[in-house]
């Protein structure tokens, strides 16, 4: 459960605002999207893979 103390005359727009950035912290949305469709675990080990690759080619492509 997500708590955001207000003190007393802050305005209620400032509150909301750290609502919404604690909120998005959490990653429920982000969960909650990729729980919609299944993916076969040799889909994800090939993403992951995938992702791996492009970062470390990224960092090559930096240290030149």
Do not use: S, W
Request: charged share 40%; net charge positive; with cysteine.
């Amino acid at each position: 459960m997500i708590v955001v103390p207000v003190k007393e005359g802050e305005n209620i727009e400032r509150a909301i605002k750290k609502f919404k950035r604690k909120f998005d912290k959490t990653g429920v949305i982000k969960e909650l999207r990729r729980r919609q469709q299944f993916n076969k675990p040799c889909e994800v080990k090939r993403e992951k893979m995938m992702h791996a690759i492009y970062v470390q080619q990224m960092h090559a492509h930096d240290d030149m």
